[in-house]
């Protein structure tokens, strides 16, 4: 058994991840103590690798807890993409450094960039990224944004914190007041207009991981203030249940 101290020293993520995981159902501890610290085994630590692979292919947490809960998760083709992604990184790197100490040596003006070319591990990334996005609502995500720019994204992440922030304007009163319900309602409809379709049972889920802490939180805390990722999820999980 291990800490979570123990197990940031050995994989660098922080403590603070690492409890924000368990929050979120993500990664719990093997045991806790009787003062109710996290204890983490090797099933818990195997979770932990698994959880990492699909951090660096850029999936949503919501979608990695997905993913490794079900009950047709290939522990073994998710090990065998990860040491290919992990080899293909360290070509990249060795690249990297060979070209580095060339131009250490011999001082070259009009350099060869070819070694910051990334594509071979993107285009990696990329495929192995649509052999685990099995879910409707993955593959839904992937047909809205396909065709976006970056500006594209920027504008919808901003148009996404611009109703988070109106909440924080509400946030000392009564989550379940109208005006709240009615922001609500828009994050639903956002989501689903330039995301997925958000149902009220993912939105129930969505609400809990806004609260949880970690970096959902202090970016809608950021542009609403503080507290009003709890004022939204309360507000959230309002909506859901009286439907």
């Given at each position: 058994?291990?800490?979570?101290?123990?197990?940031?020293?050995?994989?660098?993520?922080?403590?603070?991840?690492?409890?924000?995981?368990?929050?979120?159902?993500?990664?719990?501890?093997?045991?806790?103590?009787?003062?109710?610290?996290?204890?983490?085994?090797?099933?818990?630590?195997?979770?932990?690798?698994?959880?990492?692979?699909?951090?660096?292919?850029?999936?949503?947490?919501?979608?990695?807890?997905?993913?490794?809960?079900?009950?047709?998760?290939?522990?073994?083709?998710?090990?065998?993409?990860?040491?290919?992604?992990?080899?293909?990184?360290?070509?990249?790197?060795?690249?990297?450094?060979?070209?580095?100490?060339?131009?250490?040596?011999?001082?070259?003006?009009?350099?060869?960039?070819?070694?910051?070319?990334?594509?071979?591990?993107?285009?990696?990334?990329?495929?192995?990224?649509?052999?685990?996005?099995?879910?409707?609502?993955?593959?839904?995500?992937?047909?809205?944004?396909?065709?976006?720019?970056?500006?594209?994204?920027?504008?919808?992440?901003?148009?996404?914190?611009?109703?988070?922030?109106?909440?924080?304007?509400?946030?000392?009163?009564?989550?379940?007041?109208?005006?709240?319900?009615?922001?609500?309602?828009?994050?639903?409809?956002?989501?689903?207009?330039?995301?997925y379709t958000c149902t009220d049972q993912i939105l129930a889920g969505l609400g809990k991981m806004y609260a949880a802490g970690?970096?959902?939180?202090?970016?809608?805390?950021?542009?609403?203030?503080?507290?009003?990722?709890?004022?939204?999820?309360?507000?959230?999980?309002?909506?859901?249940?009286?439907?």
């Open positions: 058994m291990m800490t979570v101290k123990q197990v940031s020293q050995l994989t660098g993520v922080s403590v603070r991840t690492l409890q924000y995981y368990d929050r979120i159902g993500l990664l719990p501890p093997g045991e806790r103590t009787e003062a109710g610290y996290r204890l983490y085994d090797d099933t818990a630590l195997e979770r932990l690798q698994q959880i990492l692979l699909f951090r660096e292919l850029e999936f949503p947490l919501s979608h990695i807890k997905e993913i490794l809960d079900s009950p047709d998760f290939d522990r073994k083709k998710a090990l065998e993409q990860q040491i290919t992604l992990l080899e293909l990184k360290r070509e990249h790197i060795d690249d990297l450094i060979t070209f580095a100490r060339g131009i250490k040596m011999i001082g070259v003006k009009a350099v060869d960039l070819t070694a910051f070319n990334k594509t071979k591990l993107e285009e990696y990334a990329r495929r192995a990224k649509e052999e685990w996005g099995g879910t409707k609502e993955y593959q839904e995500m992937l047909r809205k944004s396909k065709d976006r720019t970056p500006d594209d994204d920027q504008q919808i992440a901003q148009g996404f914190m611009e109703i988070f922030a109106k909440l924080g304007q509400l946030r000392s009163g009564d989550p379940g007041d109208p005006q709240a319900q009615e922001l609500v309602k828009d994050v639903q409809d956002y989501i689903t207009e330039n995301m970690g970096e959902i939180s202090d970016n809608i805390d950021k542009v609403g203030g503080t507290s009003t990722a709890e004022f939204t999820a309360r507000a959230i999980e309002i909506y859901c249940s009286g439907k």
